[in-house]
């Protein structure tokens, strides 16, 4: 499975889905759509961690990168996430190049990190890969920070310099709450400050991701510099489908 970072060089940007809903047919389907990746969500999400390595499974039979946004950034939280076998992890409520640091030292083993040791999971093939191998692999995981208030974009020059983090992800609906505008996300004043995140992250040549929920706002975004494109929700997602055909059967 080729990493998130090097599909970005292939592609130019890549798009995926939020995901919430627990049965790993629907990560196949996103997979089988010829999605990037989705993002299994523990924030928002009803999902276990029992039910989270499903999940996974079937973004590896679909060929799909697993990314799995954990609940916080407690590091626990974040290794958990790691030793089932999430491809990259993305941590919500970054506001400081510190909390940037501290997470990144929790997804990584040493000499990059201080990631707990337990090579008995699934992501070490619960101990039939070769010790070196797994932690040289581990390593390689992609550490994506979720930055989406107005102290992240005060403190953003400075997390934009803490190595080891592969992309930076800006949440607009927690943006536009901070800013006092809750879910404004077409906001004037919400899209200026998005701008100047993106405007920022493409000059200092760091990739930046988005969510965004309309295929207007895609293209916007798209053509604006961001790499990372999360496209609504697979529960959005079906809603919308399954009220389009209803109001196009009952038009007929």
């Not at 499974?57 to 030793?83: G, K, Y």
């Amino acid at each position: 499975m080729k990493k998130l970072t090097d599909l970005i060089k292939e592609k130019g940007f890549v798009i995926g889905p939020f995901m919430k809903i627990s049965d790993p047919a629907m990560v196949e389907i996103a997979g089988f759509a010829g999605f990037d990746f989705v993002i299994l969500d523990m924030e928002h999400g009803p999902v276990s961690l029992q039910q989270m390595q499903n999940l996974i499974r079937a973004a590896e039979a679909a060929n799909i990168t697993a990314v799995i946004r954990t609940r916080d950034r407690i590091p626990e939280s974040i290794s958990q996430a790691l030793d089932i076998g999430a491809q990259a992890v993305q941590i919500p409520q970054i506001t400081t190049a510190e909390e940037a640091h501290t997470v990144v030292q929790s997804a990584k083993f040493f000499p990059l990190g201080n990631r707990g040791v337990c090579r008995f999971v699934r992501a070490a093939g619960y101990s039939s890969i070769d010790r070196k191998e797994y932690f040289a692999k581990a390593n390689t995981t992609q550490v994506i920070i979720q930055i989406e208030g107005v102290l992240g974009l005060k403190n953003f020059d400075e997390i934009l310099k803490v190595p080891g983090v592969d992309i930076l992800f800006i949440g607009p609906y927690d943006l536009s709450q901070s800013m006092g505008l809750p879910g404004e996300i077409d906001h004037p004043d919400v899209i200026a400050v998005i701008k100047e995140f993106v405007n920022k992250a493409n000059k200092a040549n760091k990739y930046i991701g988005l969510f965004t929920d309309t295929l207007a706002n895609a293209k916007i975004w798209k053509d604006a510099g961001v790499h990372y494109l999360s496209y609504s929700v697979d529960v959005g997602l079906y809603f919308s489908i399954c009220e389009q055909v209803v109001k196009e059967i009952r038009k007929q």
